[in-house]
C-alpha cells in the first residue's frame, strides 16, 4: 500500500515537468517578409517535408482544399491594397488555401486569417480565387517554400514550391501610382521655399522613366534654389537625354554650387560622370 502510494505520488509530482515539455513540430514554422515598393507583405506557414512521399495526387489530393502547408492554415498580410494576377485585393490579412490540380491550380484568400488547416474553411469567406497554371521546378524541394525571386518597386512574383512543383503568382503593389498622386498633393501643399519637395519627386519621376512630370517638378524646383543636388538631376537628365555636352557644362555647375552642407562623396560623383561624358 505505502508503495503504490509513493508511486501514485511521484507520478503526480511529475505531471507539472511533462506540462512543460516542448517538443519540436515536424513541419516547422517559416515567416517571409518583403516589402514591394511601400507595401508590406507578410507570409506565414509551415513548412511540410517530402519525406519519400508522393506529394500531389498523393498525400496532397488533386481537387480538394488544401491549407497551403501544415498545422494553421497559412496567412498573408498585405499593409495595402494590391492586385493578384491582375485582380484587385484589399489590405489585410487572409488566410491562404489552394486547391491542386494536374494542370491548374485555385488559389484561394479567404477572410478568416486564423484556422487551423482548411477543417473550418467556408468558402462565403472568399475574398478571392484565381486559376493559375503550375509549372515543374527545375530543382526538387524537399521542404515546402515560398520565395519571390523576382522584385521590383511596383509588383513581385511569389513561387510557392513543394517537391517538383512550383506555383508562381504576381503580386503588384501599383506603387509609382500611389508615389506620384501623393507627389503631386505633396508638391502642392509644399511651402513656397521649399525646393526639397518637388526635388525628390522628380528624382523618383526620372527613375521610374517619367520624363514630363520629372522635368516639370525638377524647374520648380529650380526656380525656388538652385543648389547642387537639384542642378546635378538636371545634368543627369540632359545625359539621359543624348545630351552630353550640356550635361558637362551642368555638372561643372552643379560642383560650383557645392557648399559645406553638401556631401564630398556626391561631388566625386558628379566629377567622375562629367569626365566620362566628357569622352
Known amino acids: 500500500m505505502r508503495k503504490n502510494l509513493i508511486l501514485a505520488l511521484a507520478v503526480v509530482l511529475a505531471l507539472p515537468a511533462l506540462a512543460q515539455l516542448k517538443l519540436p513540430r515536424p513541419s516547422q514554422k517559416s515567416t517571409l517578409t518583403q516589402t514591394i515598393g511601400l507595401t508590406d507583405v507578410t507570409i506565414i506557414y509551415s513548412r511540410p517535408g517530402v519525406k519519400g512521399r508522393k506529394i500531389f495526387g498523393g498525400l496532397v489530393p488533386y481537387g480538394k482544399t488544401w491549407r497551403t502547408g501544415a498545422n494553421e492554415a497559412t496567412i498573408i498580410t498585405f499593409s495595402d491594397d494590391v492586385s493578384i494576377n491582375g485582380k484587385p485585393l484589399p489590405k489585410g490579412s487572409y488566410s491562404f488555401h489552394t486547391i491542386p490540380g494536374e494542370s491548374e491550380w485555385t488559389l484561394i484568400f479567404n477572410k478568416t486569417a486564423d484556422q487551423w488547416g482548411s477543417f473550418s474553411y467556408d468558402e462565403k469567406q472568399d475574398a478571392m480565387r484565381l486559376n493559375v497554371k503550375p509549372r515543374t521546378a527545375a530543382a526538387k524541394r524537399e521542404w515546402m517554400t515560398f520565395e ?4 521590383s518597386t511596383d509588383s513581385a ?11 508562381p503568382f504576381t503580386i503588384e503593389a501599383h506603387t509609382t501610382e500611389k508615389v506620384m498622386a501623393a507627389a503631386s498633393a505633396a508638391i502642392a501643399a509644399a511651402k513656397p521655399d521649399d525646393f526639397t519637395t518637388p526635388l525628390r519627386a522628380a528624382s523618383f519621376a526620372f527613375d521610374n522613366n517619367l520624363t514630363a512630370d520629372a522635368t516639370k517638378w525638377l524647374d520648380q524646383s529650380l526656380k525656388i534654389k538652385e543648389t547642387m543636388s537639384n542642378t546635378w538631376l538636371k545634368a543627369r537628365m540632359q545625359a539621359a537625354a543624348g545630351h552630353k555636352a550640356e550635361a558637362v557644362k551642368t555638372a561643372e555647375h552643379a560642383l560650383a554650387l557645392k557648399t559645406d552642407k553638401d556631401s564630398k562623396d556626391l561631388a566625386e560623383e558628379i566629377a567622375r560622370q562629367a569626365e566620362g561624358w566628357k569622352k
Open 148 to 151: 519571390i525571386p523576382e522584385l
Open 157 to 167: 512574383t511569389v513561387i510557392l514550391g513543394w517537391d517538383n512543383v512550383e506555383v
